[in-house]
């Protein structure tokens, strides 16, 4: 029979050896798993374009070919630019007639609408372009105030409470980045947007319960790069950075046609 200081040295040395096979196992175990990649987002059959303030529809006429080769079903909302009210009821107009999942993709101001519009059954994810992305309720003008005023600022006209820029900014600054001839023609096609547009206040902020990507423009002279950036951070929106200015839909209608295909689920062309 054993004595008990017999059997509490057995103890001890059992003790000890698991604790050195322990020490063993961590060095030789596997290394931690690491985070499963985000989800795949759901394969969407429609995608619809809202242009923002000082443009319209056509805006979006290189980038809508790319998408309709691709099978989606594409329409680019008439933006009345009249009041944050009459832009949301005219996506929700055209977002009611979508037969499926859908991409709602925003530019510039318009990224105020789709912050809005976007909680909306049938929108599958959001894709912001250069564009601002309220939370609810924001002050998005004391939000820019925090970033540096861009140059085109300078060129904006106010006539009978709409405003304009005038072509000398819109060559140089709003439309940096697209060829001449073509900046010429979006200058003759701008459309004039309500002075109380930009001090419209959102009631949702869809990027909080949507998939999101985020386009930002690295040469931006009309909205801040750091303002985007600040944004697509804020809403862990998936981002590309391009080197364009604030009208890459236009400058750069590839890369943009592959951020909204990506949000749809669908394959990138090969180039």
Not at 182 to 211: D, H, I, N
């Amino acid at each position: 029979m054993k004595t008990v200081n017999e059997l509490t040295m057995i103890s001890l040395g059992v003790f000890s050896l698991a604790l050195m096979t322990c020490h063993v196992d961590a060095q030789t175990s596997a290394p931690a798993l690491t985070p499963a990649p985000a989800p795949a987002p759901a394969q969407a059959r429609n995608v619809v374009l809202v242009h923002g303030a000082w443009a319209d529809g056509s805006s979006w006429s290189e980038v809508i070919p790319r998408l309709q080769a691709a099978g989606l079903h594409v329409t680019a909302v008439q933006n009345p630019l009249t009041s944050i009210e009459d832009s949301v009821a005219e996506t929700r107009r055209v977002l009611a007639l979508q037969d499926g999942p859908t991409v709602l993709v925003g530019h510039s101001w318009s990224g105020t609408v789709i912050s809005e519009t976007g909680t909306d059954p049938r929108v599958s994810a959001l894709v912001y372009v250069a564009a601002r992305a309220p939370d609810a309720n924001e002050d998005f003008v004391a939000l820019s105030g925090k970033f540096p005023t861009m140059p085109v600022r300078a060129g904006v006209q106010n006539h009978d409470g709409f405003t304009t820029i005038s072509e000398e900014a819109f060559i140089k600054y709003f439309a940096n980045g697209v060829q001449h001839e073509k900046a010429e023609v979006l200058y003759a096609v701008q459309q004039p947007t309500a002075a109380t547009l930009f001090a419209g206040r959102t009631t949702a902020a869809a990027w909080k319960s949507k998939p999101s990507w985020y386009a930002v423009s690295k040469l931006d002279e009309t909205i801040s790069p750091d303002l985007e950036r600040f944004l697509a951070n804020r809403m862990k929106a998936h981002t590309v950075e391009l080197n364009t200015g604030h009208l890459s839909l236009v400058s750069h209608p590839g890369e943009i046609a592959d951020l909204i295909l990506e949000a749809a689920g669908r394959e990138k062309p090969a180039r």
